[in-house]
C-alpha cells in the first residue's frame, strides 16, 4: 500500500464524521449557505458588479462543497467522479 493510500484509508472515518455531524446540523449549515449568499451580494455590491461571476463561481463551489458533505449519497451525475469514488454498479 503507497503513501496515498494509508492516508486515504486514515482519512475515511474522519470524512464519515464529518458527514455525520453535518448531517445532524442540517439546519445550521442552511444558514450557513444563507450566510455566503448574503456575503457575496454585499461583496458584488462594493465592488459594483467587477468580479460578479468569480464571486459566483466561488460562492457555488462552497455551497456545493457544504452540500456533499450534508448530502453524501447524492451525487451529481455530471459531475466528475471524485478520487478514491467506485463507479455504480450496472
Do not use: C, W
Not at 13 to 25: F, K
Not at 44 to 63: M, P
Amino acid at each position: 500500500m503507497g503513501l496515498l493510500d494509508n492516508f486515504k484509508a486514515k482519512l475515511g472515518p474522519a470524512r464519515d464524521r464529518v458527514s455525520d455531524l453535518a448531517q445532524q446540523h442540517e439546519d445550521k449549515i442552511d444558514k450557513l449557505q444563507h450566510g455566503i449568499d448574503k456575503a457575496a451580494r454585499v461583496v458584488d455590491e462594493k465592488t459594483k458588479g467587477k468580479y460578479s461571476d468569480k464571486i459566483q463561481t466561488g460562492t457555488g463551489k462552497a455551497k456545493d462543497a457544504m452540500d456533499r458533505f450534508v448530502h453524501p449519497d447524492a451525487t451529481d451525475p455530471t459531475a466528475p467522479p471524485r478520487p478514491g469514488d467506485q463507479p455504480p454498479a450496472p
